[in-house]
């Protein structure tokens, strides 16, 4: 049984002398071993980075876009690309069926209105969105950067608004500050709001427009009763099932029409913001360039290494021959030596791309331009999945790459590697 246990770990233990002999260090071997570890390390690093950023660019972009516009919306089929829009009834038979759905996290009303506001020295124009008591403020808590939310209720109209930073730095608004804000209408209207708390989400397309305040607001402005809104925003637990959800609930609404008159039209986020989405999903392109480019660069990085152990060790390979050793155990030999450089590369890849990762996470170096963007530093989404099939796609494609210099073996003859010795 020792016999046979040491015959199956022949190749094993050759490759382990082979690359641990200290005279290694005198010959060629090392730095090339040294040379095939970094650039396999480097390679698994870079991938794995543009991995990482690529998906928390997509998903940080895409809660900020939710943020401010919910995952699905389902308004008036009047309503179009305008910020003016026609009312529907709060009170809706399809809600209580959706509500059971699991995969449904959040429903809440809105109202939004166009309007302009004006200082002493600056104009801007603004979108207000209208809110009620069911607002989910998770995502502006997060971008909370001065003062609070405003609290809502039924008994009185709230005058507290939140705006964003960009509009207090235009128009020199502090917390605490009021300001008039005009709607064109007829006959023209006006309010006067109280800066309740600033938020900060550097997506300043939408930055630049957005003021949140009391649906009420834009009930009394409309004429609209208090039954009256724009819509309703739907947020789901999982972005996957967007496009399931958003069918299921135009199944579940249908196309009836309303006492009121009103056929309700359903849409979602991607629907609403082709071009973002198009934009994010390109970017997957240029990731799979990246790791083809690397990939590439990893593949000639090793074979070349293994090419070069494989001539420096010809008169080896010629003693084991005349030996009687096969060439498919020699090749064994090599697979070893291959895989322990594959597997070294691999530990420290990963420990960069991470070491990395957590620097960029923990004090934000590399900074991107809010303006082009839509963030002030690179994202950074560790995703364990993600990284286990990175390396073991890498694992099993430089693995096969390793078999066309093993193939070189075959081809050494044994009197002549002796003979020239």
Same mark, same amino acid.
């Given at each position: 049984? %020792?016999?046979?246990?040491?015959?199956?770990?022949?190749?094993?233990?050759?490759?382990?002398?082979?690359?641990? @002999?200290?005279?290694?260090? /005198?010959?060629?071997?090392?730095?090339?071993?040294?040379?095939?570890?970094?650039?396999?390390?480097?390679?698994?690093?870079?991938? &794995?980075? $543009?991995?990482?950023?690529?998906?928390?660019?997509?998903?940080?972009?895409?809660?900020?876009?939710?943020?401010?516009?919910?995952?699905?919306?389902?308004?008036?089929?009047?309503?179009?690309?305008?910020?003016?829009?026609?009312?529907?009834?709060?009170?809706?038979?399809?809600?209580?069926?959706?509500?059971?759905?699991?995969?449904?996290?959040?429903?809440?009303?809105?109202?939004?209105?166009?309007? =302009? *506001?004006?200082?002493?020295?600056?104009?801007?124009?603004?979108?207000?969105?209208?809110?009620?008591?069911?607002?989910?403020?998770?995502?502006?808590?997060?971008?909370? *950067?001065?003062?609070?939310?405003?609290?809502?209720?039924?008994?009185?109209?709230?005058?507290?608004? &939140?705006?964003?930073?960009?509009?207090?730095?235009?128009?020199?608004?502090?917390?605490?500050?009021?300001?008039?804000?005009?709607?064109? %209408?007829?006959?023209?209207?006006?309010?006067?709001?109280?800066?309740?708390?600033?938020?900060?989400? $550097?997506?300043?397309?939408?930055?630049?427009?957005?003021?949140?305040?009391?649906? %009420?607001?834009?009930?009394?402005?409309?004429?609209?009763?208090?039954?009256?809104?724009?819509?309703?925003? =739907?947020?789901?637990?999982?972005?996957?099932?967007?496009?399931? &959800?958003?069918?299921?609930?135009?199944?579940? =609404?249908?196309?009836?029409?309303?006492?009121?008159?009103?056929?309700?039209?359903?849409? @979602?986020?991607?629907?609403?913001?082709?071009?973002?989405?198009?934009?994010?999903?390109?970017?997957?392109?240029?990731?799979?360039?990246?790791?083809?480019?690397?990939?590439?660069?990893?593949?000639?990085?090793?074979?070349?290494?293994?090419?070069?152990? *494989?001539?420096?060790?010809?008169?080896?390979?010629?003693?084991?021959?005349?030996?009687?050793?096969?060439?498919?155990?020699?090749? /064994?030999?090599?697979?070893?030596?291959?895989?322990?450089?594959?597997?070294?590369?691999?530990?420290?890849? @990963? &420990?960069?791309?991470?070491?990395?990762?957590?620097? %960029?996470?923990?004090?934000?170096?590399?900074?991107?331009?809010?303006?082009?963007?839509?963030?002030?530093?690179?994202?950074?989404?560790?995703? +364990?999945?993600?990284? +286990?099939?990175?390396?073991?796609?890498?694992?099993?494609?430089?693995?096969?790459?390793?078999?066309?210099?093993?193939?070189?073996? $075959? @081809?050494?003859?044994?009197?002549?590697?002796?003979?020239?010795?």
């Amino acid at each position: 049984m %020792q016999k046979i246990y040491f015959r199956l770990n022949t190749e094993l233990f050759i490759a382990r002398r082979i690359l641990l @002999n200290k005279e290694n260090k /005198k010959s060629v071997t090392k730095p090339i071993i040294t040379i095939a570890i970094i650039g396999i390390a480097l390679s698994l690093a870079v991938m &794995l980075i $543009s991995i990482m950023v690529v998906t928390g660019f997509k998903n940080e972009i895409t809660k900020k876009i939710i943020g401010f516009g919910s995952h699905i919306q389902v308004i008036n089929y009047d309503s179009n690309n305008s910020y003016e829009t026609s009312p529907i009834d709060k009170q809706q038979e399809f809600l209580s069926s959706i509500k059971n759905y699991n995969e449904i996290e959040h429903i809440q009303v809105f109202a939004t209105k166009p309007g =302009i *506001i004006k200082t002493k020295e600056e104009i801007q124009g603004i979108l207000l969105k209208g809110i009620d008591k069911d607002f989910d403020w998770s995502f502006f808590n997060k971008n909370l *950067i001065e003062g609070e939310t405003p609290v809502l209720n039924d008994s009185t109209t709230s005058n507290d608004v &939140l705006i964003s930073k960009y509009i207090s730095s235009l128009l020199k608004l502090n917390v605490g500050d009021k300001f008039i804000t005009y709607f064109i %209408q007829d006959p023209p209207r006006q309010r006067v709001f109280t800066v309740k708390g600033i938020y900060k989400t $550097s997506l300043e397309t939408f930055d630049q427009l957005y003021i949140l305040a009391d649906i %009420q607001h834009i009930q009394k402005l409309n004429n609209w009763n208090e039954n009256q809104i724009s819509g309703f925003e =739907i947020n789901v637990a999982d972005f996957k099932n967007l496009d399931y &959800l958003t069918w299921e609930i135009r199944s579940e =609404i249908g196309t009836s029409i309303s006492s009121e008159g009103t056929m309700l039209r359903v849409t @979602n986020i991607k629907e609403k913001y082709p071009q973002i989405f198009d934009w994010l999903n390109l970017q997957d392109i240029n990731v799979i360039v990246i790791l083809i480019l690397v990939m590439s660069v990893a593949i000639i990085t090793m074979t070349s290494g293994v090419i070069i152990l *494989i001539l420096e060790k010809t008169n080896f390979i010629g003693v084991l021959k005349a030996l009687g050793t096969t060439n498919q155990s020699i090749k /064994k030999i090599f697979i070893y030596q291959s895989g322990y450089l594959i597997l070294k590369g691999l530990f420290w890849g @990963n &420990l960069i791309a991470l070491l990395i990762s957590f620097i %960029q996470i923990k004090f934000g170096i590399i900074k991107l331009d809010p303006s082009t963007y839509y963030l002030e530093t690179a994202p950074i989404n560790i995703n +364990i999945v993600h990284i +286990i099939l990175t390396n073991l796609v890498t694992l099993a494609i430089i693995t096969i790459s390793m078999l066309l210099p093993a193939i070189m073996i $075959s @081809n050494i003859k044994p009197e002549r590697t002796i003979l020239f010795n």
